[in-house]
């Protein structure tokens, strides 16, 4: 019970300034062999709080999925916030197949750590964690909280409008609902795009989580919102994406 409230707290703090274990510090790309980098700005109620940095890039015969995010103004940077995240795996008929994931976060000086490694041989993996070890039973439809986005843009590209997700996370695997909605037009930093809002079905609960997806960019998300009705509300927006080296924009305003 210790460990399930410290990591509550922990968690809630940075799921509410940073995304992290959601979906925002994740990117995807149709194409398997497109290295990008992606930035993006975290605000609370508006004001600017964090940034993200998420970099897919081959090393080897492996692709690595890489996330990083810190504390750039008021109380994140106060405390310090900062996370690392990365994913090791491989592509199979467009679908990332991950192999191994960490994670590492620190806020106000607490270290938190911990890891997944996958065997889709017996389709298990087994997790280490700060209470030691988990193995847990997975299904092809699991990721790891970094890599979920990669699975997400592979139903997307099916047309598939309502699905459900299992992501591993720590000692246990949580299954997630979404649903996909018509396509809209979408302002960002980088002009205007055509995107298509996924939101996570949460029954009797105030609190809501949406993101949009351009299909034009292989359905990498251009912005997150996460937020409790009557509460705060966080929002994550692509500032630069670069992929395959060129600068991406889009048109300069979308038509009323």
Same mark, same amino acid.
């Given at each position: 019970?210790?460990?399930?409230?410290?990591?509550?707290?922990?968690?809630?703090?940075?799921?509410?300034?940073?995304?992290?274990?959601?979906?925002?510090?994740?990117?995807?790309?149709?194409?398997?062999?497109?290295?990008?980098?992606?930035?993006?700005?975290?605000?609370?109620?508006?004001?600017?709080? *964090?940034? !993200? #940095?998420?970099? +897919?890039?081959?090393?080897?015969?492996?692709?690595? @999925? /890489?996330?990083?995010?810190?504390?750039?103004?008021?109380?994140?940077?106060?405390?310090?916030?900062?996370?690392?995240?990365?994913?090791?795996?491989?592509?199979?008929?467009?679908?990332?197949?991950?192999?191994?994931?960490?994670?590492?976060?620190?806020?106000?000086?607490?270290?938190?750590?911990?890891?997944?490694?996958?065997?889709?041989?017996?389709?298990?993996?087994?997790?280490e964690h700060e209470d030691g070890?988990?193995?847990?039973?997975?299904?092809?439809?699991?990721?790891?909280?970094?890599?979920?986005? *990669?699975? !997400? #843009?592979?139903? +997307?590209?099916?047309?598939?409008?309502?699905?459900? @997700? /299992?992501?591993?996370?720590?000692?246990?695997?949580?299954?997630?609902?979404?649903?996909?909605?018509?396509?809209?037009?979408?302002?960002?930093?980088?002009?205007?795009?055509?995107?298509?809002?996924?939101?996570?079905?949460?029954?009797?609960?105030?609190?809501?989580?949406?993101?949009?997806?351009?299909?034009?960019?292989?359905?990498?998300?251009?912005?997150?919102?996460?937020?409790?009705?009557?509460?705060?509300?966080?929002?994550?927006?692509?500032?630069?994406?670069?992929?395959?080296?060129?600068?991406?924009?889009?048109?300069?305003?979308?038509?009323?």
């Amino acid at each position: 019970m210790i460990h399930l409230t410290k990591r509550f707290k922990t968690r809630k703090f940075l799921v509410a300034t940073g995304f992290i274990g959601i979906c925002a510090c994740q990117a995807a790309l149709a194409d398997t062999d497109i290295p990008f980098e992606a930035v993006y700005e975290v605000t609370i109620n508006g004001k600017p709080r *964090l940034e !993200t #940095r998420v970099s +897919l890039s081959r090393q080897g015969e492996a692709w690595v @999925l /890489e996330s990083s995010s810190k504390g750039t103004r008021g109380m994140a940077k106060f405390l310090n916030v900062r996370s690392n995240e990365s994913s090791t795996g491989r592509w199979e008929n467009k679908r990332f197949v991950p192999n191994e994931f960490r994670f590492h976060s620190r806020l106000a000086g607490h270290n938190e750590r911990w890891s997944a490694s996958f065997d889709w041989t017996t389709n298990m993996v087994t997790t280490e964690h700060e209470d030691g070890e988990s193995i847990l039973a997975v299904t092809n439809r699991a990721s790891d909280p970094l890599s979920v986005t *990669l699975f !997400t #843009r592979n139903l +997307l590209e099916q047309g598939v409008q309502k699905f459900t @997700l /299992e992501m591993v996370d720590e000692d246990v695997i949580d299954h997630h609902d979404y649903l996909a909605g018509p396509v809209e037009q979408l302002h960002t930093p980088l002009g205007c795009f055509e995107v298509t809002p996924v939101k996570r079905i949460r029954i009797n609960s105030k609190r809501y989580t949406q993101a949009w997806y351009a299909k034009s960019l292989a359905f990498i998300p251009l912005q997150i919102r996460h937020g409790k009705k009557g509460g705060k509300e966080y929002k994550m927006r692509i500032t630069s994406l670069i992929m395959d080296g060129k600068e991406i924009s889009g048109t300069a305003d979308c038509p009323s």
